[in-house]
């Protein structure tokens, strides 16, 4: 076991001692929500900025047959994954026929067409009032009512999310992806078929969105309609560039000082995003590789004036 | 026996004809030069056997199969492999990994794609070790690619091609932008190739042109004009008059 894989587990134990199990959760799954997007952003260089697309997709469709048919909660999550890559599939196969700003804009665009059908569609969205009632059920004689039953499976799932992520980014795939980023005209020309690639990271993206939407959906109760908007969109983007979106473990911690902030700051502070602005500049300015960046960046120097 | 062949090849960008009326054919085995003046339609008669763009009209045939608008991923899948003019490489990649990717890409089966450790794919491993061998980077497998010197990546571009295990090797102008000991080097390793692949060479450089090649063909304003020995295209009044002018007189 290598000293992040330790760090991670040591976080998941302890973090709900730290703050309430409920932003704890959402931690969790806002990470596998980063993880599917650094496939696209720090993997095969794509910033996409519809993946709200495919969290709010899975949210509701999950969320909604929860409510109305009372579904298994692994049927549930089975669902949400399916609908997150499927809804992917769809955009995907869009916006990967364009690069560039031309790419981002179309992620943009077509999220806010499927905003606008969950803000139109009232009768089974609930338009602006989000859709309410969306219950936890029990899973096998565990009450997930209970915060902390309902926190370890999170954290379990999200562990489970980033074995399945490490494992697939250190295979064959992660590195066409990443050779994608770094030079496309010649991946192509050694005998990939790119825009066939990038679609495979968007449904793959997409599936972890889609898992991470169910999670909200059952964490909250309620599929608010930010939850399929450009805001769900870019917070994911925000936390895991500020995490760092060159490292695996970037978005994770991007999602932890993303949430922790929001949910402490927003408390005391109605303007707290300002500090997540300033965070942001910071990142840019100084820090491209996010956190993850930083914190090496910061040993190094301890370690250099050691020697000295 | 042409191993590559194109019938009346051509590619027009709007107004200007890039490549006119092109028959060339490239015997299995032989290294095969396309020399010709800057904008002669030399990089662009690449493009089009290598499938970045479809020609506007004309025939393709590797090995008597019409492989004429082959997009540009499967025709490294056909044997097919070519290096860039201007260094096209993966710079964040190491030496090793640059050279994995493309042996993958070619390798015999996809199998673990998405699941197996990159690691555990020792015949990959391996033909790209061996890539990086032939051209002399071994040493340096672990290195940047954005790392080593500009000599270095173009032979780096080399080994990219060479780890397809290609039939057909496309070099566009290997040795551009190096200096005299690295042009030399450049050379020897071409000529180590010779025999072992089937190759088509761009280069602009007449001494290596001379030394290396066993055919020559003369592209003009994206037709040619000559085709013959090195011997004999030295000779031929035409391409003097249109190319070598005072450089071999």
Not at chain 1, 51 to 77: M, P, R
Not at chain 1, 85 to 100: I, W
Not at chain 2, 86 to 111: D, H, I, K, M, Y
Not at chain 2, 155 to 177: H, S, T
Request: aromatic share 12%; with cysteine; proline share 4%.
């Amino acid at each position: 076991m290598n000293r992040a894989t330790i760090a991670i587990l040591v976080a998941v134990v302890l973090l709900p001692f730290v703050v309430r199990p409920v932003i704890a959760a959402e931690i969790w799954l806002f990470a596998i929500f980063g993880l599917g997007l650094n496939l696209l952003l720090g993997y095969t260089g794509l910033l996409s900025f519809g993946q709200g697309t495919f969290f709010g997709s899975a949210a509701y469709v999950a969320g909604w047959l929860l409510k109305h048919y009372a579904i298994n909660v692994f049927f549930a999550l089975g669902i949400g994954i399916g609908v997150g890559a499927l809804s992917a599939l769809l955009v995907g196969y869009l916006c990967v026929q364009r690069s560039g700003l031309y790419f981002i804009m179309l992620t943009f665009a077509l999220n806010q067409l499927f905003f606008f059908i969950a803000y139109q569609w009232t009768s089974v969205t609930g338009g602006e009032d989000g859709m309410p009632g969306v219950p936890r059920p029990a899973l096998l004689g565990i009450d997930f009512k209970d915060p902390l039953a309902y926190y370890i499976f999170v954290a379990a799932l999200f562990l489970i999310s980033l074995w399945i992520m490490k494992r697939i980014v250190e295979s064959p795939l992660g590195r066409i992806l990443q050779a994608i980023r770094e030079n496309e005209v010649r991946a192509e020309a050694v005998g990939y078929n790119v825009a066939r690639f990038k679609l495979l990271a968007f449904v793959i993206g997409g599936a972890f969105s889609g898992l991470a939407g169910v999670l909200y959906a059952m964490l909250f109760g309620i599929v608010p309609l930010e939850a399929i908007g450009f805001v769900s969109s870019g917070n994911v983007v925000f936390a895991t560039l500020i995490g760092g979106s060159g490292s695996l473990y970037g978005p994770i911690i991007g999602s932890f000082v993303f949430i922790w902030l929001s949910e402490s700051m927003s408390v005391i502070w109605t303007r707290w995003p300002l500090l997540l602005g300033v965070a942001f500049v910071i990142v840019v300015l100084f820090f491209r590789g996010g956190v993850v960046e930083a914190w090496s960046r910061f040993f190094a120097w301890r370690f250099s004036k050691q020697k000295a | 026996m042409a191993l590559l062949e194109t019938k009346s090849l051509s590619k027009s960008f709007g107004a200007l004809a890039a490549v006119k009326d092109v028959s060339l054919g490239i015997a299995a085995g032989s290294l095969h030069s396309i020399i010709g003046p800057n904008g002669a339609g030399k990089t662009t008669l690449f493009n089009l056997l290598t499938g970045t763009f479809p020609p506007t009209s004309g025939r393709i045939f590797l090995d008597q199969k019409d492989i004429t608008g082959t997009p540009a991923n499967r025709i490294a899948h056909l044997g097919l492999a070519r290096s860039f003019q201007r260094t096209n490489v993966f710079p964040a990649f190491s030496l090793l990994e640059n050279v994995w990717v493309a042996a993958f890409a070619c390798g015999s089966s996809w199998q673990g794609l998405l699941w197996r450790r990159t690691d555990r794919y020792p015949q990959a491993t391996e033909r790209a070790r061996t890539a990086l061998s032939d051209v002399g980077l071994l040493p340096k497998a672990h290195v940047a690619a954005r790392e080593i010197s500009h000599g270095e990546q173009r032979q780096l571009e080399l080994a990219i091609a060479l780890a397809a295990a290609p039939r057909v090797l496309l070099l566009d102008e290997p040795a551009a932008g190096l200096s005299p000991e690295e042009t030399r080097r450049m050379v020897a390793l071409v000529r180590a190739l010779k025999g072992r692949y089937t190759i088509v060479l761009i280069e602009h450089k007449m001494d290596i042109i001379m030394s290396v090649s066993d055919r020559v063909s003369v592209m003009h304003f994206g037709a040619l004009i000559a085709e013959g020995t090195p011997a004999e295209i030295q000779r031929d009044p035409e391409v003097r008059r249109a190319y070598l002018g005072g450089i071999a007189a």
